[in-house]
T-cell receptor
Framework: AQSVTQLGSHVSVSEGALVLLRCNYSSSVPPYLFWYVQYPNQGLQLLLK??????LVKGINGFEAEFKKSETSFHLTKPSAHMSDAAEYFC???????????FGTGTRLTIIP | SAVISQKPSRDICQRGTSLTIQCQVDSQVTMMFWYRQQPGQSLTLIAT?????????ESGFVIDKFPISRPNLTFSTLTVSNMSPEDSSIYLC?????????FGPGTRLTVT
């Protein structure tokens, strides 16, 4: 069985500050890991994905995530928060990248002006 | 990446009735997935739909309540049957393409 845990259901950061959203995974096989963003009243958009090619993954909108096997983590970061980053962020895991996704509970990111 | 459309985008239904949600993909895909997102919560997989075979349901979801059709490689429907207020959710279909999993815009269902 696989699972993801997102620490912090709500995170607030000041505009221009570092964004760090935490995700830890559990998987019996090498995982594929994803971060999705959901803006209010919109669908899910893929931010980035890890597929074992490189441990540091760069995504859209300036986000990146680092796969750390020793820590079973895949934290999402952005050096400088923008007001437009306010949204719900979901970490997800799948096996082999072509199967169903198991989502974390989500982290709501608020940007303080 | 795949472009997915869903109909309807939203609906308000009375308890005891049924609603069928359509999902159309702009390319042929082997597997399609149906997820539910209850208010303020994360996404939960309802079932996996393969063309030409019965859908595979996750624990807690049954075919009588959520019948699924998959008549071809670009289309699927999910029916929410005998609805109750607890079925009020966003229902999303998803496919796996070369970029990862793509999601439709969702169907926002309110049951009164």
């Amino acid at each position: 069985a696989q699972s993801v845990t997102q620490l912090g259901s709500h995170v607030s950061v000041s505009e221009g500050a570092l964004v760090l959203l935490r995700c830890n995974y559990s998987s019996s096989v090498p995982p594929y890991l994803f971060w999705y963003v959901q803006y209010p009243n919109q669908g899910l958009q893929l931010l980035l994905k890890y597929t074992s090619a490189a441990t540091l993954v760069k995504g859209i909108n300036g986000f990146e995530a680092e796969f750390k096997k020793s820590e079973t983590s895949f934290h999402l970061t952005k050096p400088s928060a923008h007001m437009s980053d306010a949204a719900e962020y979901f970490c997800a895991v799948s096996n082999f990248g072509n199967e169903k996704l198991t989502f974390g509970t989500g982290t709501r990111l608020t940007i303080i002006p | 990446s795949a472009v997915i459309s869903q109909k309807p985008s939203r609906d308000i239904c009375q308890r005891g009735t049924s609603l069928t949600i359509q999902c159309q993909v702009d390319s042929q895909v082997t597997m399609m997935f149906w997820y539910r997102q209850q208010p303020g919560q994360s996404l939960t997989l309802i079932a996996t739909a393969n063309q030409g075979s019965e859908a595979t349901y996750e624990s807690g979801f049954v075919i009588d309540k959520f019948p699924i059709s998959r008549p071809n490689l670009t289309f699927s429907t999910l029916t929410v049957s005998n609805m109750s207020p607890e079925d009020s959710s966003i229902y999303l279909c998803s496919v796996v393409d070369g970029q990862g999993s793509a999601f439709g815009p969702g169907t926002r269902l309110t049951v009164t």
